[in-house]
Every structure is written in structure tokens, then in C-alpha cells.
């Protein structure tokens, strides 16, 4: 509306207690509520994109710098104990049951996914991946079948989401159900699912990145043509009556992701595609167009291919590998990743790793 009186009755929701310092660059965070700070950061986000005040970029920008970039992270990608921010760089001494709250979690991705949308940089695309897998995929409850579904009951037991994710060695998950509990983490399970498809694709004039690789369908138009991207997952089982390398290598542990994205519109269309390199990718990512290999431009932590497009598969091969991530304070403490998924040990009777 431009209504001056909604722009006086959204300043009188600033808090001065947390946004002045964050103004300074001083640290407000540590042991400070997660949850309750991170929504009025959207707050400052939302009111930059609005009015185009540079304080509130700041104050989103400044925020993240505090509670991401200065802090250190567990290995999952979360930064909190007990609903608070932990100490800059002291996670050692937080870990325990109540580490990684979903909440804060899903709202941190979306504070991460402004920043993105601002600056193209993969530092956010790559935060929200780290926390997609390890946060709202580890703590939510997925049923899958098996071949042995036969004799299982056909509806099976049903679980929700864990309000925390436990990083302490040992621990295991609490599950909230559907009648028994409800938390504020059951909302933004229903949020932060209906929303990732907000993730995975951003469009910008003649340029579409992929920034999450997610099996998925997106339509837009560029041009005023419209085009169809289709992501899946490559399918790395080869065949075992043919001799080629995916056969050949295939007896272990995948070294790499692979994913395919096909390109459909009616006639060749200008555009340029970004594919994101992944933070934790060992070696370089190989790219083919159509069963070429093809060279890229590197940009903001992008592949950047320009070209015509109109039915063309591109293959984005990235390798990865198994390996450590050390608690800023207590170096000696590790977790251990598959490329950016944290792993969990499984050992016959109770006991450290």
C-alpha cells in the first residue's frame, strides 16, 4: 500500500536490544533463545526487500555473520543446545540430548535462503543442503518399505519428529507423535516440508540454477518461452552383462553423486543453467552435455554452462568421499560424513565409538 502508518507500525516492532548490536557486530547470540531471535530476522529481511533499506540488509546479513559464519557449527550444520545459541566455537561442551532444534533449523534455512536469493553465493545453498539432509530429513520419521512388507501391519506405527536431534555419542532420537505431543517443532515439520520446493530451483532473468539436488520438476518460463527441467538421480546400477566402468567400480561404496537434468521446451531457448560444487566435494566436478564432457565457468560456487537449450540431458558427476569433522573445541572429537550426509555408527552392544 506504501501506507506510511504500516511502515510506522512495523518499526515499532524492532527490537533496539537485538538489532543494534547485531548493528555493531557485536555477539547478542550466545545463550540467547534461537527461535524467538531468528523470526525477527525474517522480520529485517522481509523489510529490506520492501523498503530497500540498507539497515535491514545489514541487520540479516550481520545476523548470520553471528550466528553462522563466527559461531561454528556441529557437524550437522546446527549451532544450538537447549533451544540457545552455544558459545562461539564451544560446541564440545553443549553436546548432549538436546542439541539441533527443528524450529530453528527450518527457520535458519529460510534466513539462509534470503541471503541466497541477495547475493547468489553457494555459502547459503550450501547451509540449507547441509541442513535439509542432517536436520529436517534426520529429524523427521520416514516409513519406507521393505521386501519383507508382507508381514508387517498395513498401516504401521506412525512417528512425527524429533523436537531435538541428539549429538552426544550414544544418544538416540525422541520421537513426538501425533496424539501424544504437540510441540512447536510438529508445526514447522508440516512448514518446512511443504516448503522445499522453495529450495531446490531459483530463476533470474535469462538464468536458472539448481541449487539442491533433489529428484524434481520445475516450469518456468525465460524469454517468454516455456521450458521444463526434470531432475533425477542418476542411475549408477550399470549392468552385469556389459563391460563398462560402472560395473567394473560398482562393488562398494558410490564415490560420487550423479545427477541428470533434462532439459524439454519446443524450440531452442537462450539461457543460462548454474549447477551448484558442493562444499564437500573431493576432486572436480565433471560435467556432460548429451554424453559430453563439457567445460564450465566457475562463479559464486556455480558451473555456469550458457548455451541454446531444447532437449539436452546434462549429467553433474560430483565426487565425494568419507570424511572427519572435528569439534572446534575438542579437535579430538569427530564425526564422521559421506559427503555432506553425517553418519551414524551402528555397534552391537552399548558402547563408544
Sequence with gaps: TRDPAHLALMRGFERPALFEPLLEGKDVLTNMHANTTIPEVHGAARAYEVTEEERYRKIAESYWACAVRNRGTFATGGQTSGEVWTPMNQQAA?????????????????????????????????????????????????????????????????????????????????????????????????????????????????????????PSELRTHINGEEILLTQTETDLGGSCNQINNTAVNGYGRPKLWSRDIRITAEKP??????????????????????????????????????????????????????????????????????????????????RML
Design 94 to 214: 553443549r553436546l548432549g540430548d538436546m542439541n539441533q532444534e527443528h524450529c530453528t533449523v527450518y527457520n535458519m534455512i529460510r534466513l539462509a535462503e534470503y541471503l541466497y536469493r541477495w547475493t547468489g553465493d553457494s555459502e547459503y545453498s550450501d547451509y540449507i543442503e547441509r541442513n535439509i539432509l542432517n536436520g529436517l530429513y534426520a529429524q523427521g520419521h520416514w516409513v519406507s518399505s521393505t521386501m519383507d512388507s508382507i508381514c508387517q501391519p498395513l498401516i504401521p506405527e506412525r512417528k512425527l519428529v524429533t523436537y531435538y536431534l541428539p549429538l552426544k555419542a550414544g544418544a538416540t532420537k525422541k520421537w513426538g507423535t501425533a496424539t501424544e505431543n504437540f510441540w512447536c517443532c510438529h508445526c514447522t515439520l508440516v512448514q518446512a516440508h511443504s516448503r522445499l520446493r522453495e529450495f531446490i530451483y531459483h530463476t533470474q532473468d535469462s538464468s536458472v540454477s539448481v541449487d539442491q539436488f533433489i
Design 269 to 350: 531457448v537462450a539461457f543460462t543453467l548454474k549447477l551448484r560444487i558442493p562444499w564437500w566435494v573431493k576432486g572436480a566436478p565433471v560435467c556432460y552435455v548429451d554424453g559430453i564432457e563439457t567445460p564450465y565457468e566457475k562463479k559464486q560456487g556455480y558451473a555456469v554452462l550458457t548455451g541454446e537449450w531444447k532437449h539436452n540431458i546434462i549429467r553433474w558427476v560430483l565426487p565425494k568421499a568419507v570424511t572427519c569433522w572435528p569439534l572446534p573445541d575438542e579437535p579430538e572429537t569427530v564425526a564422521f560424513l559421506d559427503g555432506p550426509v553425517v553418519l551414524a555408527g551402528l555397534v552391537g552392544e552399548e
